[in-house]
């Protein structure tokens, strides 16, 4: 079982939902990464969404944008990615951790060479952001080759059938986006995600992970008592932007502590 099966299943077990905070590697400052990781897991982190920062990230509004053009600037690149995510598996053996990013990056790098490289460091699972299901069973297939999970994403706009094509190439968790428009565009209705959670389990036995829009504990309650994950990112990233880089890890502690605490209550 995959360490996101794993994690899922215990906490399916102990009747609680997922915290699964986003950040951008290498934002604020590379030097940051490791600590805001660790802070995150010791907040109630049960899986963690690692950004791979690139040039045109077209599905992320200005605040992840910005987390993207620092760590730009900072000089990170993929291969640095993996040094980050090699240096927190070396303290941490249990948490999963999800690249999530564009396409670009990985074909320049090579879907084989990605894939070994991924799994040598350490990666659980892999969301690209601008591969469609449809075109993605090659993607789907080497990650599966290496024991990576493919995660895809779902909009209110998918269609019955682009449901049932995620659920075919799909492992680990189903990630719905909760709103129309880009990350941190616009406020989530509960009423209508709630309403489209029920459609997709019809067509697939993976935890729903929900984002985009949540941004305090009480709309993280409202989330978890519908879905099986709360993913939260540029409300994490905005504190980060309020504090001096080396506060960045206490910044997001606090953030991730709260929202924790709106899930458990749930």
Request: no cysteine; net charge negative; hydrophobic share 50%.
């Amino acid at each position: 079982m995959s360490r996101i099966a794993t994690v899922f299943s215990q906490l399916q077990a102990a009747g609680k939902k997922a915290l699964i905070p986003f950040v951008t590697a290498g934002d604020p400052d590379p030097a940051q990464t490791l600590p805001v990781l660790n802070a995150l897991v010791e907040a109630g982190a049960d899986v963690i969404e690692l950004g791979v920062p690139f040039s045109d990230p077209m599905a992320d509004g200005p605040t992840i944008q910005r987390a993207s053009e620092r760590a730009l600037a900072k000089g990170m690149t993929l291969a640095k990615v993996f040094e980050m995510v090699r240096a927190f598996r070396a303290g941490n053996a249990t948490t999963p951790i999800v690249l999530m990013g564009y396409a670009n990056p990985i074909e320049a790098m090579g879907l084989e060479a990605f894939a070994q490289a991924a799994a040598a460091a350490g990666v659980d699972g892999v969301l690209v952001v601008d591969y469609p299901p449809e075109e993605s069973a090659e993607f789907a297939a080497a990650m599966r080759a290496v024991d990576i999970d493919p995660i895809f994403l779902l909009a209110p706009t998918s269609t019955d059938a682009r449901i049932a094509q995620v659920a075919e190439v799909a492992s680990g968790y189903v990630y719905y986006v909760s709103i129309k428009g880009v990350t941190g565009s616009a406020t989530l209705n509960l009423a209508e995600v709630a309403a489209r959670i029920p459609l997709i389990r019809q067509r697939t036995g993976l935890p729903v992970g929900v984002g985009f829009g949540i941004r305090d504990a009480e709309t993280a309650r409202g989330i978890a008592a519908i879905a099986d994950a709360v993913v939260v990112g540029s409300r994490l990233i905005e504190e980060m932007e309020r504090h001096p880089a080396a506060q960045a890890a206490e910044a997001v502690r606090a953030v991730a502590t709260d929202i924790r605490r709106g899930i458990d209550a749930a």
